[in-house]
């Protein structure tokens, strides 16, 4: 079970159509508290931004918008920041484990300088994975802020609503006195197909977007593995092995680079929702986030 909750910011009228009970905002309210503890945690490298040039909903279509919400994948989503969440929960929690546990066999058993810069080596190791824990965490908690929005948007765009001649070709025969209700009919189904459409438009620019450019706003760039005998960050220090028993730390890399999935939130036209099968996103331009944080390839828009 994760201990991140979907959604961003708090939904706007269209979100609020679709959550009746308020969980919604809820969510958003606890999610964008978690953002806000965790990013002091993470660092100061975050990726730029990735939606710069946001879709011009307005002058899409109702079945373009219809297909973009359909394809948007919130389950996977959510699946996607859990294992963010999980890995980045465990390597904060070894790296303390890390640091405490050299701090017991050095207290006591060890003086002078080795044990010092022994110290000091296993305490900056640790605050480096815990940082990287951090951003991980973060990211997490962005994904399931994007998956939050996914989730109110799909189901509140309104279905395709097609032209029926038939319909009007009824009303004309049941209106024989009116030269005009044949027309009429088609106009008023015209209407009826405009005011879904523009509520489709509503749905996109108030659960979807700011939302998603929310998410795209603070994601950390990932801090690069440091040797445990590196030192202290930015320093030229080791661990000296000729004052002691040694270094006292196993290992001799930092917590790698690897990352679960290969994208985050970022820019382009709304996919499945999944980091690398074209995830929901909101810009029209191919842009990358930089670091380790990769987008999903995108479709032209149609804005």
Known sequence: MNDFFPGSLIPGPAAADGDQHGAYAKQTQENAAQQASL????????????????DNFASWDHPA?????????????????????DMGKYLSGTM??????????????????????????STSYAARGEQLGAAMMLTSAKYHAAAGAASETKPAIPPVIQTNPVHAQIAAATNPANPLAFQL?????????EEARLKAVRVM???YLPPYQQSDAGVPVLPPPVAPTAGGV???????????????VSGTGGP?????????????????GVSGTGGPVAGGTNTTHSGNHQQPAQTQSTS
Do not use: C
């Open 39 to 54: 990013a002091p945690k993470a660092g100061s490298d975050f990726d730029p931004l990735a939606i710069t040039n946001p």
């Open 234 to 248: 930015g320093g030229d220090g080791g661990v000296s092995g000729t004052d002691g028993p040694g270094a006292g």
């Open 256 to 272: 790698g680079t690897g990352v679960p999935g290969t994208g985050g939130p970022g820019a382009g036209v709304p996919g499945t």
């Open 185 to 193: 009919d088609l106009e008023a189904q015209h209407q009826a197909q």
């Open 205 to 207: 620019e108030s659960s």
């Open 96 to 121: 303390r484990g890390v640091s405490l546990g050299v701090s017991s066999a050095i207290s006591g058993a060890w003086t002078g300088p080795g044990a010092e810069q022994a110290t000091a080596a």
């Open 65 to 85: 918008l219809y297909k973009a919400a359909e394809s948007l994948n919130a389950e996977a989503m959510h699946g996607t920041a859990d294992a963010w969440g």
